[in-house]
């Protein structure tokens, strides 16, 4: 199985501050169609989890876009340009290119 | 606008089963996949697997084969997982989601394993 690692576990910041989070998989996502499968989420306490980014950057309708995905291969990175009190929670990567699909472990977000 | 509806909260006992149902709506339920994924209390999110519901076709993660059944009725646009011989390890929430994009989410079923 795809194993993905999220560092760090855990991010405290400042409403203003950037944070990035990084996913590294334990092989490639380029699937043999060309995409690469890797998305984020968030999950607010209490709540499902939601979709912020999908293909590696691409923002889903409605997320603001101070949240931007990058990388490629086996290293990708999730930037929140100036954290907001609505961004708190845990992120998650998680990876739909080869089955069984997996998450990373959780990255949770809290203020300083 | 799309949402996934989840049936309510499950107490069962040990060595039974239990059937959880996903209602579409806002989009054509047989054109994408429906995903069930499970996650215990304080820890991550664990794939279970999928169902496309214009054919039927379905696909688990090994670790769950035996464990659940994936089924959906277009006539309702519901997805149905059911969980078999049912342990304490599978007490935990368990949700549908769209696509492998994993674009939209039910609100999770709460299944709690006791005697």
């Known amino acids: 199985d795809v194993v993905l690692t999220q560092t760090p576990p855990t991010l405290s910041a400042t409403i203003g501050q950037s944070v990035s989070i990084s996913c590294r998989s334990s092989q490639s996502l380029l699937h043999s169609n060309g995409n690469t499968y890797l998305n984020w989420l968030l999950q607010r306490p209490g709540q499902p989890p939601q979709l912020l980014i999908y293909?590696?950057?691409r923002l889903e309708s409605g997320v603001p876009n101070r949240f931007s995905g990058s990388g490629s291969g086996t290293d990708f990175t999730l930037k929140i340009s100036g954290v907001e009190a609505e961004d708190l929670g845990v992120y998650y990567c998680?990876?739909?290119?080869?089955?069984?699909?997996?998450f990373g472990a959780g990255t949770k977000l809290e203020l300083k | 606008q799309v949402q996934l509806q989840q049936s309510g909260a499950e107490l069962v006992k040990p060595g039974s089963s239990v059937k959880i149902s996903c209602k579409a709506s806002?989009?054509?339920?047989?054109?994408?996949?429906m995903h069930w994924i499970k996650q215990q209390p304080g820890n991550g999110l664990e794939w279970i697997g999928w169902?496309?519901?214009?054919?039927?076709?379905?696909k688990y993660n090994q670790k769950f084969n035996g464990k659940a059944t994936l089924t959906a009725d277009k006539s309702s646009s519901t997805a149905y997982m059911q969980l078999f011989s049912l342990t304490s390890e599978d007490s935990a929430v368990y949700f549908c989601?769209?696509?492998?994009?994993?674009?939209?989410w039910g609100q999770g079923v709460m299944v709690t394993v006791s005697s």
């Open positions: 169902i496309y519901p214009g054919n039927g076709n379905t």
């Open positions: 998680v990876q739909s290119t080869h089955a069984p699909y997996t």
């Open positions: 806002g989009y054509t339920f047989t054109s994408y996949d």
């Open positions: 989601a769209r696509r492998d994009y994993f674009d939209y």
């Open positions: 293909l590696v950057s």
